[in-house]
């Protein structure tokens, strides 16, 4: 590891109070800056944001002190359901001003092609080389581990009928309200048409990373269907988000299915719920597990029921490992990223994104699960 890496964090939410303990964990990687969305944060050390120590680095609600700074890259790490016209803007602006972009924050650029219209792709795309600059979109859920995950495990096959990518979760420890309410439907009436139902939604957020797969296996898709369902909770459940009551949505399944000759070959699926005992008859894991899961099941020979867990171990938070493996999906790219050639980088088509400086056999170094302030 002979290049340092400039980097600066755009937002430090969930995923990007990881991205800041970690980049300050490498060798390899300087943090330069951290742009925050709230006055509150505004001048705060970016380490107590964090936190972990102050670093010297403080927080800045001014865009122009990253586009105009010294970052080789940028972690785009804000929230984008509500906001996706302003999170494309600032990614083209990003962009345009020469920075590399990791993001966890736009599913729909896993893959350049199946999400996004022309025009949003194109836009990314001419910012890109005005500013000679790179983007790569990556997470757990799109980014892995229904679309990479899959992938390497079919690099096996012999012949493939289908493939499906599942994700099992149970949401109820997720305080983010408008997600889980308006997007996900919890807590809303069964016959709920907003959020995950909408047409074109799911395509949105996953089309792309169905049409990586069908692009690995060579072949095109003639559409792309999604469908979501929902069952209630029997009882009132107490939740991060609020009070979901007895009667409202408790189970959302929600598929996203590409279609090769009229048959459904390649779908990515979410099962999530706030109790475990909600929706019994639907995906679980192999063993019976309903949170921290993902799981790949190919129809082919040879057949293939392959999957993982976050958060194993005992006490351990599976929301919590999944946010910091989504984040390591774009810290741990940063190097290869800044190596592409200007555009939009799909991983399909770099090395692999291996944790350069992650070795740690004697424990030393900063944890990403810390027990003191802004964790």
Not at 161 to 178: D, F, K, P, W
Not at 193 to 222: E, I, N, S
Not at 294 to 302: L, Q, S, T, Y
Request: proline share 5%.
């Amino acid at each position: 590891m002979t290049t340092t890496y400039k980097v600066a964090v755009w937002a430090t939410g969930g995923v990007g109070k990881y991205a800041i303990r970690t980049i300050v964990d490498r060798t390899h990687l300087d943090l330069v800056g951290v742009w925050v969305h709230s006055d509150e944060k505004k001048h705060c050390d970016a380490g107590e944001l964090a936190g972990i120590g102050a670093l010297g680095v403080h927080a800045t609600r001014d865009e122009l002190e990253i586009l105009n700074g010294d970052a080789d890259c940028v972690v785009y790490a804000a929230p984008t359901p509500h906001r996706m016209k302003e999170a494309i803007r600032d990614l083209c602006r990003i962009l345009a001003a020469g920075k590399n972009v990791v993001t966890t924050s736009m599913s729909g650029l896993v893959h350049s092609r199946g999400s996004l219209p022309d025009k949003i792709v194109n836009a990314i795309r001419e910012a890109a080389e005005s500013g000679q600059s790179s983007l790569f979109s990556t997470g757990i859920e799109p980014g892995f581990a229904a679309d990479l995950f899959p992938i390497a495990l079919m690099t096996m096959a012999h012949r493939v009928y289908s493939v499906r990518g599942i994700e099992i979760t149970n949401y109820s420890r997720y305080a983010n309200e408008y997600d889980m309410r308006e997007l996900f439907g919890f807590g809303k009436p069964l016959d709920y048409k907003g959020g995950l139902t909408t047409p074109g939604v799911l395509r949105w957020g996953w089309g792309a990373a169905v049409t990586m797969v069908a692009d690995a296996l060579g072949v095109g898709l003639d559409e792309i269907r999604e469908t979501c369902d929902f069952l209630p909770t029997p009882r009132d459940i107490a939740t991060a988000f609020g009070l979901v009551e007895a009667g409202t949505v408790g189970a959302t399944r929600a598929r996203c299915i590409g279609v090769v000759d009229g048959q459904e070959v390649i779908t990515i699926e979410h099962v999530d719920r706030i109790a475990d005992d909600l929706a019994p008859d639907w995906p679980k894991s192999r063993s019976g597990g309903t949170d921290g899961t993902w799981r790949v099941i190919i129809d082919g020979e040879p057949s293939i029921d392959a999957e993982f867990e976050v958060g194993h171990h005992s006490g351990e938070n599976h929301g919590d490992h999944g946010l910091l493996a989504t984040a390591m999906r774009a810290v741990n790219a940063i190097p290869a990223v800044c190596a592409a050639p200007p555009g939009i980088v799909e991983a399909l088509h770099i090395p692999l994104t291996a944790p350069l400086g992650a070795l740690h056999p004697r424990r030393d170094g900063i944890p990403a699960f810390v027990s003191h302030g802004g964790g």
